[in-house]
């Protein structure tokens, strides 16, 4: 692709990620009452963890600092990575048919949807993340990087974070081209993230096989890689290498998904 079109289709992803954060942004009571939601759980989850490291000083590798921490880190995760649900609206608009229209764009329906779900992402984290950490860390103080490189490794893990939970939300909302009723399917995506994620708990903290299991699938890639590069518990290269090997596998999954869409797309409700 030449030089120039090259830059005329990043500038297209750009917009319709531009699209997306203003689109979001119009939904600012919804996003505030997250924030709130987020902080007031944050909060609890706090004192539980705080009781529970005093009770075993050093579980998992952390101490009471790193779990306060890691708490507020999580809740901060919840609306840029969407944990606990919230599809793409692709899967509407394949009930609905209009997928139809967008599978006719000049331009690739999975870089369409994810740059769209990135501008999101970007918006939700300035409304829903900044709000919790900032209450965390007045309340309870939380452990800050000590360098602009610990910042900028934290930064990409977390950008690498949201591709992941993209690619596996995508191939979610997908689905629907295939099957009847997705709710089946968000449900136990969402049971599945929300667990292995590292969202209800560390996943230092789970026993043999399950941790293993647990610390090798992607869903580890959205929480608790990011959190352990901010607190400094896991060395930088090895975490970047495995958000973007599952990014890449997803992602390719899409892609071999979206071809697949085309030439079956089954229209419900239209």
Same mark, same amino acid.
């Given at each position: ?19 997306? @954060? ?54 901060? @995760? ?6 606990? %649900? =919230? ?37 939700? @984290? ?15 103080? *939380? ?62 903290? @789970? ?24 607190? =400094?518990?896991?060395?930088?290269? %090895? ?12 992602? =390719? ?13 089954? *229209?419900?409700?239209?």
């Amino acid at each position: 692709m030449p030089a120039h079109r090259r830059g005329v289709v990043f500038q297209l992803y750009l917009r319709i990620a531009g699209y997306g @954060f203003r689109r979001h942004s119009t939904y600012r009571a919804a996003a505030l009452a997250g924030a709130f939601t987020n902080t007031i759980f944050g909060v609890l989850r706090a004192y539980v963890l705080i009781a529970l490291w005093e009770a075993r000083p050093g579980l998992g590798g952390y101490d009471v600092a790193d779990a306060v921490t890691f708490c507020f880190l999580t809740q901060a @995760f919840i609306g840029p990575m969407q944990v606990f %649900g =919230g599809t793409l609206q692709l899967a509407q608009r394949v009930r609905s048919g209009d997928v139809a229209i967008d599978l006719m764009r000049p331009a690739s329906l999975q870089l369409w949807t994810m740059a769209d779900d990135m501008g999101r992402a970007a918006y939700l @984290f300035l409304v829903r993340s900044v709000p919790p950490t900032l209450v965390g860390a007045a309340l309870f103080g *939380i452990t800050v990087p000590d360098s602009p490189w610990h910042w900028s490794a934290f930064g990409v893990s977390f950008v690498m974070g949201v591709l992941v939970s993209f690619g596996w939300r995508y191939l979610v909302a997908l689905s629907t081209c295939w099957i009847n009723d997705d709710r089946g399917v968000n449900a136990l995506s969402v049971i599945l993230t929300g667990f292995f994620s590292g969202m209800v708990l560390p996943l230092n903290l @789970f026993p043999g096989w399950l941790g293993a299991f647990a610390n090798a699938a992607p869903w580890a890639a959205m929480v608790q890689v990011p959190a352990d590069v901010y607190l =400094g518990t896991r060395e930088v290269w %090895g975490a970047l290498a495995f958000q973007g090997a599952w990014a890449a596998v997803l992602l =390719g999954l899409g892609a071999f998904a979206t071809a697949g869409a085309r030439r079956k797309v089954v *229209i419900q409700g239209g």
